[in-house]
């Protein structure tokens, strides 16, 4: 179910995005939309909560949108945490609202293909599957395996 990508690809989504639309974003501190979108805010992310249950209030100095058609401006990425059936219009909006969009990127378990494609012929890149917040800290060096730095080993040992 799961599309490879390659970590050059992944880099690159995550070095040039600046701003990013996180649609389905939870004010519940232990769901992971909650977590992932306080972690791209805070490595720097301009991160534009959306959810029209909390439209209004504030979730890290941002203020939570609607929709993504509340939006002003440009986004660069749109993270989907919704179900897989819920992603076609989300995607429909995304590409309307926003001409210069550079990604779509689908969380851990949401995988559509019809939006995908939709995406895709509009040139703009999809990534299924996946979270970017592992993916920076796997690809950035964040990830601890049992507390040691693991991209740094001793030729000693």
């Given at each position: ?16 995005t ?82 210069k ?43 601890r ?12 040992l």
């Amino acid at each position: 179910m799961s599309e490879e990508y390659s970590d050059a690809h992944l880099r690159k989504i995550l070095q040039r995005t600046k701003r990013v639309a996180v649609v389905g974003v939870s004010m519940n501190p232990v769901r992971p939309s909650y977590y992932v979108a306080r972690y791209l805010a805070l490595k720097g992310y301009d991160v534009v909560p959306v959810n029209p249950g909390h439209a209004g209030t504030m979730l890290f100095g941002f203020e939570v949108k609607a929709s993504l058609s509340d939006i002003e401006g440009h986004v660069d990425m749109v993270d989907i945490f919704r179900r897989s059936e819920h992603v076609p219009p989300i995607v429909e909006e995304a590409l309307a609202q926003f001409p210069k969009l550079q990604t779509v990127w689908m969380q851990i378990g949401v995988v559509n293909e019809q939006a995908a494609e939709m995406a895709k012929v509009r040139g703009v890149d999809v990534i299924m599957d996946r979270c970017p917040k592992i993916e920076y800290q796997r690809l950035f060096g964040e990830l601890r395996m049992g507390g040691f730095n693991t991209g740094i080993i001793s030729s000693k040992l």
